[in-house]
């Protein structure tokens, strides 16, 4: 749709900007101080007030107010945000103020922007719910701004800045590095300990499974680079809770923090809640002492529909203590396709169907 505030007013932030009551003062003051970067692309620049208060390159693709901000004097081209035409990584970092909330195509517009930049994305949009303009395409509670950044390669740097007052939302972002392009040879020292073979992985046609077939909460016991990802879009909209006692794959699981998504440490095992009856649980922790984690399976055997039971087999079970589960469950069925079996056990579902 045309965006025609520029037409009617002007050079309106410009004017917002003299008084040092408005919300848009406030805003603007806010961005300068936040964004430390001095190589930022202003994505949405509109008439160029805040990247000539900041210095920086802006772009927007409405000709009126490309021509009010370069009469200005602000750094502002006419440009696509879908298209830009920067080098890859050209800027350190970029910047979106009251901008993505217009786009037709946000996911689009995130892309690009993470094309272009090296380091850091700053966001910030209104509120849901705060402000009725009908040039708006759409508008994000923290939560949902969060789940559709990360979604597209992104790691929120902290929480996400809500101002009542102003009615914005603030979030910075890290440009990621996908799993997929970190090999054995260039793992960093933080992944030294995390195996990226299939094997860590057998589990999944079982949980996925079970999960589809479910709709109440589920309970990860220790989290992973790969089931906890999955578990996370898995049960969108539902409740999800996961648990873990390394302090590293805890700071790994809390980028999938969300508003349905719990991330819980622990120091021991035993604080694991049992207060409600879950769909389906997990069972692939690392407990200090191996044979816990049958002990654990057994503590849902009247909490839970399905328990996915992870590393199992003759050669493996006895080191964990799952030889003492079985007896305590109705059904069991045994995924044996992977040299690491899953076993799903339960008091409440046949499991022929599986």
């Given at each position: 749709?045309?965006f025609?505030?520029?037409?009617?007013?002007?050079?309106?932030?410009?004017?917002?900007?003299?008084?040092?009551?408005?919300?848009?003062?406030?805003?603007?003051?806010?961005?300068?101080?936040?964004?430390?970067?001095?190589?930022?692309?202003?994505?949405?620049a509109?008439?160029?007030?805040?990247?000539?208060?900041?210095?920086?390159?802006?772009?927007?693709?409405?000709?009126?107010?490309?021509?009010?901000?370069?009469?200005?004097?602000?750094?502002?081209?006419?440009?696509?945000?879908?298209?830009?035409?920067?080098?890859?990584?050209?800027?350190?970092?970029?910047?979106?103020?009251?901008?993505?909330?217009?786009?037709?195509?946000?996911?689009?517009?995130?892309?690009?922007?993470?094309?272009?930049?090296?380091?850091?994305?700053?966001?910030a949009?209104?509120?849901?719910?705060?402000?009725?303009?009908?040039f708006h395409?759409q508008?994000?509670?923290?939560?949902?701004?969060?789940?559709?950044?990360?979604?597209?390669?992104?790691?929120?740097e902290?929480?996400?800045?809500v101002?009542?007052?102003d009615?914005?939302?603030?979030?910075?972002?890290?440009?990621?590095?996908?799993?997929?392009?970190?090999?054995?040879?260039?793992?960093?020292?933080k992944?030294?300990?995390?195996?990226?073979?299939?094997?860590?992985?057998?589990h999944?046609?079982?949980?996925?499974?079970?999960?589809?077939?479910?709709?109440?909460?589920?309970?990860?016991?220790?989290?992973?680079?790969?089931?906890?990802?999955?578990?996370?879009?898995?049960?969108?909209?539902?409740?999800?809770?996961?648990?873990?006692?390394?302090?590293?794959?805890?700071?790994?699981?809390?980028?999938?923090?969300?508003?349905?998504?719990?991330?819980?440490?622990v120091?021991?095992?035993?604080e694991?809640?049992?207060s409600?009856?879950?769909?389906?649980?997990?069972?692939?922790?690392?407990?200090?002492?191996?044979?816990?984690?049958?002990?654990?399976?057994?503590?849902?055997?009247?909490?839970?529909?399905?328990?996915?039971?992870?590393?199992?087999?003759?050669?493996?079970?006895?080191?964990?203590?799952?030889?003492?589960?079985?007896?305590?469950?109705?059904y069991?069925?045994?995924?044996?396709?992977c040299?690491?079996?899953?076993?799903?056990?339960?008091?409440?579902?046949?499991?022929s169907?599986?």
């Amino acid at each position: 749709m045309e965006f025609s505030k520029y037409k009617k007013f002007g050079a309106y932030h410009w004017k917002q900007y003299e008084d040092k009551n408005t919300k848009y003062f406030r805003h603007a003051n806010r961005v300068k101080e936040w964004i430390k970067e001095k190589n930022v692309l202003d994505i949405g620049a509109g008439d160029g007030k805040i990247t000539h208060l900041l210095g920086i390159k802006g772009l927007d693709n409405e000709p009126e107010a490309v021509r009010l901000a370069q009469e200005k004097g602000a750094d502002v081209i006419l440009g696509d945000v879908y298209h830009l035409s920067f080098k890859d990584e050209e800027f350190d970092a970029v910047f979106m103020g009251d901008a993505l909330e217009h786009f037709e195509f946000p996911r689009q517009a995130l892309k690009e922007a993470k094309r272009v930049l090296r380091s850091y994305l700053y966001l910030a949009t209104p509120e849901k719910g705060t402000n009725k303009d009908k040039f708006h395409y759409q508008e994000w509670t923290p939560e949902e701004l969060k789940e559709l950044v990360e979604s597209e390669g992104f790691a929120l740097e902290g929480e996400i800045l809500v101002v009542p007052k102003d009615k914005r939302i603030y979030g910075k972002f890290k440009k990621s590095t996908p799993i997929k392009q970190i090999t054995r040879e260039e793992r960093t020292q933080k992944y030294k300990n995390m195996s990226t073979e299939m094997e860590t992985s057998s589990h999944f046609p079982m949980l996925i499974k079970t999960v589809q077939m479910t709709k109440g909460t589920v309970v990860e016991l220790g989290s992973g680079i790969f089931s906890t990802p999955l578990l996370h879009w898995l049960c969108l909209g539902r409740k999800l809770i996961t648990y873990e006692s390394y302090p590293h794959y805890y700071e790994l699981a809390k980028k999938f923090k969300s508003e349905n998504h719990d991330i819980r440490f622990v120091n021991n095992w035993d604080e694991v809640e049992l207060s409600e009856h879950y769909s389906v649980v997990l069972i692939d922790h690392s407990p200090k002492r191996p044979r816990n984690r049958g002990q654990d399976a057994i503590k849902f055997k009247d909490k839970a529909d399905y328990i996915v039971i992870h590393d199992t087999g003759p050669k493996i079970e006895a080191k964990y203590g799952y030889d003492k589960v079985w007896p305590h469950f109705k059904y069991r069925r045994d995924w044996k396709e992977c040299p690491h079996w899953t076993t799903v056990v339960s008091n409440f579902k046949d499991l022929s169907n599986l």
